[in-house]
């Protein structure tokens, strides 16, 4: 004993002597070793383009020297064109974002605080909108509503009553954007009214305040700052929508920042400072109305969100709850059935509306060479990104919630930042970026791969944080002292508790990914053309039943795939419970 | 000793959860690591486990250093050869109660009959062999707390740490655990880290209490030594309830110690050491050490001035010269409030020690 003891003093004699040289903890040198590789992938996914972005806006080469310029700022300002766009931009996402929140407000009301018959399936269908990409959903008024040949207007051009709609103005855009994007405020704003106290209403009624009174002085004031969320949420996807604006504005010349973007890009040579200069315009405006959104609430997030389930107070409708099911029925009717029949109807038609039907569309998917390759090509970008895209979200979610790595919320920031800039400015400054790179993808698959995981991954870190946060990190704890190292532990109970949520990142990105639009249309080549990039070049030549057919296939490859995953999975957990 | 931790020092941002911490714990008994929250208690349980790095310090286990902060050493906390039950009791659920059980033989990387032995043995002495198949998702909040004490226990750890694991449970169930973990440890003589904040829990179940405050001991030892000698104001209100009030302590002529009141009255001798000349001391008397008599007599008088009945005895809160006092009495008399009563105390019964400085 008396040895062991004075061995082990001299052990650590020695080892002050060596301490000159400071040795540093492995752990610690592992760890940042991780988060320096770490930080630098994402950096070149997430930040890097958008450093790009600004740089391309404000540097010129002269004679092989690069210096600062204002020069493409200068053009844009000095033509009045870019003026209207950014004014249609504006007036347009306004508009849309108004009709967006008065929609999922009245729906999110409806469907959570009143007893309207199956109001969770409602709930359920009245988010498919999103799910419909916005070029097809575009797609569909063109086909409802577009003058001369739009289905609603065939009758009454029969009747020699000249065309009673057209989509084609300010008006149809903001429809057709505003139904796309309600769903958003819907799910915030019904999330908001699930979360709230019930007992804050219920004092204000004994109180002696009136039904109304309460709804207008407790309940609005509370879910107020979710609403507003909700809002801003709807205004910087509508600034960010491409499909929409190009299907429905360039017929009468209603410009919006993403068109003028695209018509830039068809010139030759495009002007890049100008498209720069543009894509800023667009980041400025998101950021601008996410500043705006954070200082209207400061300090006034009331709803603390405890996890704790509250029963929200049901109002009892009589009669009444059958008319406004019924509105909802309509209202989804127009939204989601509607498109969605009128474009498998439109698939099936020899020219619309001929009134003749034909499998010869639908038949031709099978049959052309250009199909089969633009379908393997967005398979295999939409698998490769989703994959990456999930594992590097579930590596940031794992970083930011359960290490106390220096820089973990540097990490988070950078993750976070693309999600507010629009997808088009995004992928300008992913194919900026890789322009100026020495070693490039450029013109290559992994170009488009590279670019969709930047601007997405912050979806997955977002499920999977959530997710992770509920897990208990003593659970994990347990297994470290049961004997496994981190990558056991990792594989045995990380990664079987967060499985629903890896799965759901990877079917919700996949469903984003497999119809992406604005994202590819910046970097694709001929090789690379995906089937969203086929459809919208079809449409450009008019092929309208073609175009059809080409949406239903993007509709059962998106939707169809992530309701079989959701379907097995959720037997799965059936199963193991 | 068979855990020593010294010089230990771990940081939060400006907090200093523990602060230059040297402490030991004994082979074969329990040590209740005690204290407030935010007293650095868990925190020293979690260094030791390996899930905190310690900004400072070293932790040796069985002459086996784990984390020495100068030489570089910090072990993995999957090498350190641990058990440890937790607050949130971290049963797996997407697993068995065997598939729970078994998880640190399988880190052993030991035959499955191996395991399959163990983990029904292991079962049966927290009495769940019954369950072995079930979710650990559809136990009970008890039953769970048992699967966590058995997936701790079926390694045979050199060493068992428990961070509050019956502050989840209803009252009654958290005695009988406490009782079951106590016979669980003569059995099996294992040694025991337990952190709780919960002073009854503490003493019936610790060999050895660890009071902790602002990431120091501010004492250590038996629960009856820190119950009736404690060395500090902290350490009498944490455990219990105490009356504390200033005495005077002289020599008297025989050469020891005496106690007086500021009254004159003398109430304890040869208590203190080296009281060579007159100087203050704090005095405290546990509520339940008082002898009640009613009416006036040779003792301090006291008046009640407030009556709490709390079952099993009685509360007296009561004004006296020396200020006001709390007092316990059992039995069947009865109080009222502005009764006259008489207060004595046994001389072993008085406790002196250094008024802060």
């Not at chain 1, 017929?251 to 543009?278: C, D, M, N, W």
């Not at chain 2, 020495?68 to 072990?75: E, K, L, Y």
Request: glycine share 8%; hydrophobic share 50%.
């Amino acid at each position: 004993m008396m040895l062991s003891t004075s061995t082990i003093a001299q052990r650590s004699g020695a080892s002050r002597a060596r301490n000159v040289f400071a040795p540093t903890p492995s752990r610690v040198l592992v760890q940042r070793g991780w988060l320096t590789l770490f930080c630098v992938v994402l950096a070149v996914f997430a930040l890097m383009p958008l450093v790009a972005l600004v740089l391309r806006g404000f540097l010129e080469t002269q004679d092989g020297r690069t210096v600062l310029s204002f020069e493409a700022l200068h053009a844009v300002l000095k033509e009045s064109g870019y003026w209207m766009a950014t004014w249609n931009t504006v007036v347009i996402s306004l508009g849309a974002m108004m009709l967006a929140t008065a929609i999922g407000v009245v729906l999110a009301w409806c469907l959570v605080r009143t007893n309207v018959p199956f109001a969770r399936t409602l709930e359920q269908l009245a988010t498919l909108p999103i799910f419909i990409p916005p070029f097809i959903g575009a797609f569909a008024w063109v086909l409802i509503g577009a003058p001369r040949v739009g289905l609603f207007n065939l009758p009454a051009r029969g009747l020699g009553l000249g065309d009673p709609m057209d989509i084609y103005t300010y008006t149809g855009i903001i429809w057709t954007t505003g139904i796309y994007i309600a769903p958003y405020v819907m799910m915030i704003v019904a999330a908001a009214l699930r979360n709230m106290d019930p007992s804050l209403e219920e004092a204000a009624q004994v109180c002696g305040l009136s039904r109304l009174r309460t709804m207008l002085s407790v309940t609005l004031p509370v879910v107020a700052p979710s609403i507003l969320s909700g809002a801003v949420l709807a205004f910087v996807i509508s600034i960010g929508l491409f499909g929409t604006p190009v299907l429905l504005g360039m017929t009468k010349e209603i410009y919006l920042i993403t068109s003028r973007i695209y018509l830039e890009l068809q010139h030759f040579p495009p002007s890049f400072g100008i498209v720069a200069v543009l894509a800023i315009y667009l980041m400025f405006m998101s950021t601008l109305a996410n500043i705006l959104q954070s200082i209207a609430l400061r300090g006034r997030s009331f709803i603390t969100v405890t996890g704790k389930g509250f029963r929200p107070k049901i109002i009892e409708l009589t009669g009444g709850r059958y008319v406004v099911a019924a509105v909802i029925w309509f209202y989804l009717t127009l939204t989601v059935i509607g498109p969605i029949v009128i474009i498998t109807a439109a698939a099936f038609s020899t020219f619309t509306w001929s009134g003749r039907f034909t499998s010869a569309n639908v038949a031709y998917l099978w049959q052309s060479e250009d199909v089969r390759a633009t379908v393997v090509n967005s398979l295999l970008v939409t698998v490769i990104a989703a994959t990456a895209a999930t594992m590097l979200g579930l590596a940031v979610a794992w970083i930011t919630t359960r290490t106390r790595m220096w820089g973990r919320r540097l990490v988070e920031h950078v993750v976070l930042l693309p999600m507010s800039v629009p997808s088009l400015a995004f992928a300008l400054g992913v194919s900026f970026f890789w322009l100026w790179m020495p070693l490039s993808i450029y013109g290559t698959m992994w170009i488009i791969i590279v670019g969709l995981i930047g601007r997405y991954v912050s979806y997955s870190v977002r499920t999977i944080t959530s997710s992770l946060i509920q897990i208990h990190p003593e659970l994990e704890e347990s297994a470290r002292i049961s004997g496994f190292g981190w990558g056991n532990t990792m594989f045995r109970v990380t990664l079987p508790l967060v499985m629903p949520a890896i799965i759901s990142s990877w079917v919700m990105v996949y469903s984003i990914f497999i119809s992406e639009l604005s994202m590819v249309l910046p970097l694709y080549t001929a090789e690379t053309r995906t089937l969203s990039i086929l459809s919208f070049d079809t449409w450009a030549v008019g092929e309208f039943s073609m175009v059809a057919a080409l949406s239903l296939l993007q509709l059962v490859m998106g939707v169809g795939v992530m309701w079989t995953v959701t379907l097995i999975t959720k037997q799965r957990q059936v199963a193991a419970v | 000793m068979s855990v020593r931790v010294e010089g230990l020092t771990k940081t939060f941002g400006p907090l200093r959860a523990i602060d230059d911490l040297s402490v030991g714990f004994q082979t074969g008994k329990i040590s209740v690591l005690l204290g407030a929250s935010g007293c650095g208690k868990t925190t020293t349980l979690r260094c030791i486990a390996g899930l905190e790095r310690p900004n400072g310090g070293s932790i040796i286990i069985d002459d086996d250093t784990v984390f020495n902060s100068d030489r570089g050493v910090d072990i993995q906390p999957e090498k350190r050869r641990l058990g440890m039950v937790f607050q949130s009791y971290a049963v797996w659920p997407h697993l068995t109660v065997a598939g729970n059980v078994a998880m640190p033989l399988r880190a052993q990387k030991l035959g499955k009959a191996e395991i399959e032995r163990r983990v029904q043995e292991t079962l049966r002495i927290v009495g769940l062999s019954d369950q072995a198949e079930k979710s650990a998702m559809k136990l009970s909040g008890g039953q769970q707390q048992r699967v966590s004490i058995a997936r701790c226990l079926v390694g045979n750890p050199r060493l068992i740490l428990m961070d509050e694991p019956l502050s989840n449970l209803d009252a009654r169930l958290r005695v009988e655990m406490r009782h079951e973990i106590r016979q669980l440890q003569q059995r099996i003589g294992a040694t025991i880290l337990f952190v709780t904040h919960d002073q009854e829990e503490a003493m019936s179940l610790g060999d050895e209490i660890f009071l902790f405050s602002k990431g120091k001991v501010v004492q250590k030892g038996p629960p009856e030594e820190l119950y009736f000698r404690p060395t500090a104001r902290y350490v009498a209100e944490f455990l219990g309830k105490a009356n504390l009030f200033r005495v005077a302590v002289r020599p008297n002529s025989e050469g020891a110690s005496v106690a007086a009141l500021p009254s004159g009255e003398i109430i304890s001798r040869g208590q203190m050491a080296n009281a060579s000349s007159q100087r203050d001391a704090l005095c405290m008397v546990r509520p339940e050490s008082w002898r009640v008599a009613k009416g006036a007599g040779s003792g301090l008088s006291a008046n009640v001035q407030e009556v709490t009945f709390v079952g099993d005895r009685r509360e007296l809160r009561v004004d006296t010269p020396i200020g006001p006092q709390l007092v316990v009495t059992y039995g069947y008399e009865r109080f009222a409030i502005n009764d006259q009563l008489s207060l004595s105390i046994a001389p072993e019964h008085v406790h002196l020690f250094d008024s802060e400085v």
